[in-house]
């Protein structure tokens, strides 16, 4: 009797390592009792491209931070990266997250930092050397297009740029998750598709990318994998498909 129960734990090990993202019947209620997240199922993996949509109060926002582990769920299972975020100790949270990259909506740069101490700053918080520093940051840089403006501050620089900075900061540890939450939010059409073939740059040299937005257009341009969120609970999720909502 013990060998086939040993054999499942080894599968469902086996399983959950193929993902970027595990969540299986992932609840999330609010202090006031409302409920934020019912019964969440999803599986991302390693190498996916993601969008997850939804109006504003869907649950998104709760699922990003389930994600980031600054919210812990009130049932369910919950892996990123290996991860199991239900019982991660709270002294191993850093190390969690210094596999993930983060994009939001107000690029959240250090404004009185130039665009190379901006990027460089999450070297540093990885310990990085100061040698791979000056090789990583430049790098970076150059391939979201900013080599030239290196020591700009934020205020120098379009939204665009901004969220390009930020975006540079995001994947300069090389993340094997980039979660970017409303990253186009803020820029216009043509930044915004800037933005978005830098995404679909880095998910082809492997990174997994989830993009959490409520933008009906860029969704269906894309033609990517589409998760809808209404009302706490997931409604549909199309392999390459566009936005989805129903009333």
């Known amino acids: 009797m013990s060998e086939p129960k040993r054999k499942k734990k080894e599968t469902d090990a086996n399983n959950i390592s193929d993902y970027a993202i595990y969540l299986d019947n992932v609840s999330k209620t609010f202090s006031d009792g409302v ?3 019912s019964n969440i199922n999803l599986k991302v993996k390693h190498g996916e491209f993601v969008f997850i949509v939804g109006v504003s109060g869907a649950g998104k926002s709760t699922l990003i931070k389930l994600l980031l582990r600054e919210l812990k769920a009130d049932s369910g299972t919950i892996y990123v990266n290996g991860f199991n975020l239900m019982n991660i100790r709270h002294g191993r949270i850093p190390k969690f997250r210094r596999t993930l990259g983060v994009v ?17 700053f999450a070297q540093r918080v ?21 080599a030239g403006k290196y020591k700009h501050k934020p205020k120098q620089l379009a939204g665009g740029e901004q969220q390009r900075v930020a975006l540079a900061r995001a994947l300069v540890n090389k993340p094997r998750l980039l979660l970017a939450d409303e990253p186009t939010g803020n820029l216009d059409l043509i930044n915004t598709a800037e933005i978005m073939k830098l995404l679909e740059t880095v998910n082809e040299k492997g990174t997994t990318v989830v993009v959490v937005t409520h933008n009906d257009k860029l ?17 549909s999720d199309a392999e390459e498909g566009g936005y989805f909502y129903e009333d």
Do not use: C, H, W
Not at 104 to 120: I, S
């Open 35 to 37: 409920p934020a997240l």
């Open 104 to 120: 939001f909506q107000d690029f959240r740069l250090l404004k009185d930092r130039n665009v190379y101490e901006n990027v460089a």
């Open 126 to 146: 990885a310990q990085k050397s100061e040698r791979e520093i000056r090789r990583n940051v430049p790098a970076m840089l150059s391939l979201v297009g900013l």
């Open 219 to 235: 969704v269906n341009d894309m033609k990517k994998r589409v998760v809808t969120i209404k009302q706490g609970m997931i409604v």
